[in-house]
């Protein structure tokens, strides 16, 4: 049972434009947000993150949004770079539950900026 | 700072042999690291938590006695994994949580073959 979902495996974007990663999750004990990037055979590395209380937060290039609602969030990367392009996941855990800052996550979104 | 390391980086075994991979934290003291398994194109796998000086929590189908773990001091845990077998071949990752903070710090991974 995924309960944090990334949809699409891969995402092509020109440099310049805005590129957008799409999360859903399905669990609502979830109240803690994150994404990272991950190069081929190396750790993930932290970008942003988003409290439940929040609905969206930047970060220079980097912002996250976040619908409770719709158990779903999403990450805009503007202006696109080449060196942007690797692997992003989605994670999410339940602090106020207790979870031990558990991350559960997706299976990653593959982004592909074009020069 | 916030620098955590692993070792080796990459290791290539018999089957029915034991493997221990290391999982520093370099500037800080991990209250809490986490074992993470990643198999291609899939999400990385919570294994276990672990807590200095206490047993660590497995999650559930993780083989405790396959999966030893040791975190004994708050710079250092390691997973030996027991009689290797070829299905335990996958990318295995740490990661550090210090104390008085939301954020775990990967290591750059482990890539285990098992022949």
């Known amino acids: 049972d995924q309960q944090v979902k990334q949809n699409s495996p891969s995402l092509s974007v020109q440099e310049g434009r805005i590129s957008i990663l799409n999360c859903d999750y399905t669990n609502s004990m979830f109240d803690y947000f994150l994404w990272y990037k991950k190069y081929p055979a190396e750790g993930p590395t932290f970008l942003i993150s988003?409290?439940?209380?929040?609905d969206k937060n930047e970060d220079g290039r980097f912002t996250v949004f976040l619908n409770k609602s719709a158990k779903h969030l999403s990450l805009h990367i503007v202006p696109s770079q080449p060196g942007d392009s690797a692997v992003y996941f989605c994670?999410?855990?339940?602090?106020?539950?207790?979870?031990?800052?558990?991350?559960?996550f997706g299976k990653g979104t593959l982004l592909t900026v074009n020069p | 700072g916030a620098v955590v390391s692993q070792h080796p980086s990459w290791v290539i075994c018999k089957s029915g042999t034991s493997v221990k991979i290391e999982c520093r934290s370099l500037?800080?003291?991990?209250?809490?690291m986490f074992w993470y398994r990643q198999f291609p194109k899939q999400s990385l796998m919570l294994m276990a938590t672990s807590n200095e000086g206490s047993k660590a929590t497995y999650e559930q189908g993780v083989e405790k006695d396959k999966f030893l773990i040791n975190h004994a001091s708050l710079t250092l845990s390691t997973l030996t994994v027991t009689s290797a077998h070829p299905e335990d071949s996958s990318f295995y990752i740490c990661?550090?949580?210090?104390?008085?903070?939301?954020?775990?710090?990967f290591g750059p991974g482990t890539r285990l073959t098992v022949l």
């Open positions: 994670a999410a855990s339940a602090i106020s539950g207790g979870s031990n800052y558990k991350l559960t």
């Open positions: 988003i409290s439940s209380i929040k």
């Open positions: 990661s550090a949580r210090g104390p008085g903070t939301d954020e775990q710090f």
């Open positions: 500037d800080f003291q991990a209250t809490t």
